[in-house]
């Protein structure tokens, strides 16, 4: 029996979404918490804390982040051994032929019944939704959601954008996680005849983060004040990434995955996996 892995032609995509917040308004959000870039502790310091006077803003920019969003599904047609129950109304029936086939009667009390054997044929099909940030940090699936079902995002054929991050988490990997999941749900099958795996969404989203990065002077301390483009949430303990997409990214750059990462994403022993679409088709 072969597992099947579909990629839908049109499931790789990439989206960008346009800022909400814009600079002036994501600045004025950074200086009013800038004096949390440095930590708590440096704050409740009654000796040497920072002020606002002596905290000042060394450099800015507008950056946008990566995360995945992968919808996956899983569809299975199966037997299933089963034993039904049939309740004998009437009292004076020993045994019962069904399909040429005699069963006896058995008394249970004053509730007589028989046993009947079967073959359940079935069909389950299993969903596995994955929102992942692309740098491999702990952000909210949840968060992630919330930016592609509430906000506007372009379609792009390949990724121009001054001050993109690379994602570090591989298109492969995202879709891993995906597959790993729906590979983990137990079927209880007496003979699995069809196993189908099928990707809807592997789709890649930059959302836009405005960074402001400000100085301490009497410290010589250094911090970031992140601000969400989209919903203006400020971040007191950011990062100023220095690695920058320095060149156009087409949709086949981003997208790689072969047959060797589908069969990794699928843990059942002695299953080969055959990858219908490549991903870069």
């Known amino acids: 029996m072969t597992s099947d892995v579909r990629i839908e032609p049109a499931a790789t995509r990439i989206f960008v979404f346009e800022e909400v917040y814009q600079a002036r308004a994501a600045q004025e959000q ?5 004096l949390d870039a440095f930590g708590t502790l440096a704050r409740l310091n009654p000796l040497n804390r920072p002020k606002h006077d002596t905290v000042l803003l060394s450099k800015w920019e507008l950056r946008h982040e ?3 969003h992968v919808v996956a599904r899983r569809e299975v047609d199966f037997n299933h051994e089963a034993n039904y129950s049939l309740p004998i109304t009437n009292p004076h029936a020993q045994r019962i ?4 086939r005699s069963f006896e009667v058995l008394s249970a009390g004053n509730k007589p019944r028989v046993d009947l054997p079967c073959s359940e044929v079935c069909h389950r099909k299993v969903e596995a939704i994955v929102y992942q940030d692309a740098l ?14 509430k906000y506007k995002a372009t379609e792009q054929e390949q990724l121009q954008l001054s001050g993109a991050i690379e994602p570090t988490l591989s298109s492969a990997a995202a879709l891993q996680m995906a597959l790993s999941r729906l590979a983990g749900e137990a079927i209880d099958a007496s003979a699995i005849h069809e196993d189908r795996y099928e990707v809807d969404k592997l ?11 400000y100085v301490w002077n009497p410290a010589g301390k250094v911090g970031v004040i992140e601000i969400d483009g989209l919903t203006g949430n400020v971040v ?16 086949d750059m981003l997208f790689e995955m072969g047959a060797e990462v589908a069969s990794a994403a699928i843990p059942a022993g002695g299953v080969a996996v055959k990858v219908l679409q490549r991903l870069t088709q």
């Not at 950074?30 to 800038?34: D, H, L, P, V």
């Not at 032929?97 to 040429?100: D, K, L, R, S």
């Not at 491999?136 to 079902?149: D, T, W």
Request: net charge positive; no cysteine.
């Open 203 to 213: 789709h890649l989203y930059y959302r836009p983060v405005y960074a402001f990065e």
């Open 66 to 68: 990566p995360f995945w």
């Open 136 to 149: 491999k940090r702990p952000v909210k699936s949840a968060a992630l959601q919330n930016y592609v079902e």
């Open 30 to 34: 950074a200086e009013k918490s800038k």
């Open 97 to 100: 032929e069904v399909a040429g």
């Open 236 to 251: 007191a303990s950011g990062e100023w990434f220095r690695d920058k997409i320095d060149r156009v990214m087409t949709r």
